[in-house]
């Protein structure tokens, strides 16, 4: 089998990257749609019991759709969403996923709104939110459950749309990763139990259906969250080595070194 020329490969991995560039921006689109926003609305009843306990300074949404937040009704005070390209109605800051302009260790929750679904490279992504995050500090993935009615849909579409587009990362790859990057895996929980379909009537009742059937906690939902916590490296103390003193030499008393005088 002959393998793919070194041109071959770079037009497919720019090929690549401009699909998911588009993806990024059609999936704005798509939480427009009725199918968009019961997904929508099921993926907010699934994080906010977590988010509620959360506490800091800063809490980061990295995501492909910068109107659709799932951060609004969290406690931490400053929210940061970053915009993949300019929108004079939004006034939001403009930044790549993959490149933050933010200080190392300065945010107390990262979440994660299925971008590593849509974007060219999911590792550089992931470590990126690693790099920002505080020791200490929680991480929540969100991403479309491959093990699902949804992930089915995925395998039987002939022209991939939005979402199926998307990676369909499973969770248990996104655990090794977060492994790998010293995040500990708190908990796994499961939402979108309920068909992919185009129905108002059954899309306008899926948000309530939803949260009834997430009772089971059913690994089949079409969505996953991932919650991880960026584990703090032990501080070993550096203990200062003492030079050993040496013990003194003995010296005897003067007095008994003087001769004792016989008294005539």
Same mark, same amino acid.
């Given at each position: %089998?002959?393998?793919?020329?070194r041109? =071959?490969?770079?037009?497919?991995?720019?090929k690549? =990257?401009?699909d998911?560039?588009? /993806? =990024?921006?059609?999936l704005?689109q798509?939480?427009?749609?009725p199918?968009?926003?019961?997904?929508?609305?099921a993926? %907010?009843? %699934?994080?906010r019991?977590?988010?509620?306990?959360?506490f800091?300074?800063?809490?980061?949404q990295?995501?492909?759709s910068s109107?659709?937040?799932l951060i609004t009704?969290?406690? $931490? /005070?400053?929210?940061i969403?970053?915009?993949p390209?300019y929108?004079?109605?939004s006034?939001?800051? $403009?930044?790549?996923n993959?490149?933050?302009p933010l200080e190392?260790e300065?945010?107390?929750?990262?979440?994660v709104?299925?971008?590593l679904?849509? +974007?060219?490279?999911s590792?550089s992504?992931?470590?990126?939110a690693?790099r920002?995050?505080?020791p200490?500090?929680?991480?929540?993935?969100? /991403?479309?459950?491959?093990?699902?009615?949804?992930?089915?849909k995925?395998?039987l579409k002939?022209?991939?749309?939005?979402?199926?587009?998307g990676?369909f990362?499973?969770h248990r790859?996104?655990?090794?990763?977060?492994?790998?990057?010293?995040?500990h $895996?708190?908990?796994v929980?499961? /939402?979108?139990?309920?068909?992919?379909s185009?129905?108002?009537?059954?899309?306008a009742?899926?948000?309530?259906?939803?949260n009834?059937?997430d009772?089971l906690?059913?690994?089949?939902g079409?969505?996953?969250?991932?919650?991880s916590?960026? =584990?703090?490296l032990p501080i +070993?103390?550096?203990?200062?080595?003492?030079?050993t003193?040496?013990?003194?030499? +003995?010296?005897?008393?003067?007095?008994?070194? $003087?001769r004792?005088k016989?008294?005539?």
């Amino acid at each position: %089998m002959k393998s793919p020329s070194r041109h =071959q490969t770079r037009r497919r991995l720019l090929k690549e =990257q401009a699909d998911f560039a588009d /993806g =990024q921006n059609v999936l704005t689109q798509w939480f427009e749609s009725p199918a968009g926003k019961a997904v929508f609305r099921a993926e %907010m009843a %699934m994080v906010r019991p977590y988010l509620n306990r959360l506490f800091g300074y800063h809490i980061l949404q990295m995501g492909c759709s910068s109107s659709h937040s799932l951060i609004t009704e969290s406690r $931490v /005070g400053h929210k940061i969403i970053f915009a993949p390209e300019y929108d004079r109605h939004s006034g939001l800051p $403009v930044a790549d996923n993959e490149q933050l302009p933010l200080e190392s260790e300065s945010i107390d929750v990262v979440v994660v709104h299925h971008a590593l679904d849509f +974007t060219g490279d999911s590792h550089s992504l992931l470590r990126e939110a690693t790099r920002v995050l505080r020791p200490g500090g929680q991480m929540l993935i969100i /991403g479309f459950n491959p093990l699902s009615l949804w992930g089915l849909k995925k395998l039987l579409k002939i022209r991939a749309e939005v979402p199926w587009s998307g990676r369909f990362i499973s969770h248990r790859r996104v655990a090794d990763w977060l492994k790998l990057l010293e995040l500990h $895996v708190e908990k796994v929980d499961y /939402g979108l139990h309920f068909l992919p379909s185009r129905w108002r009537k059954g899309l306008a009742e899926a948000g309530e259906d939803d949260n009834r059937v997430d009772g089971l906690r059913s690994p089949f939902g079409g969505a996953y969250l991932v919650i991880s916590t960026k =584990q703090v490296l032990p501080i +070993t103390p550096i203990l200062p080595r003492w030079r050993t003193l040496r013990p003194r030499a +003995t010296v005897m008393p003067a007095a008994e070194n $003087v001769r004792a005088k016989k008294l005539h």
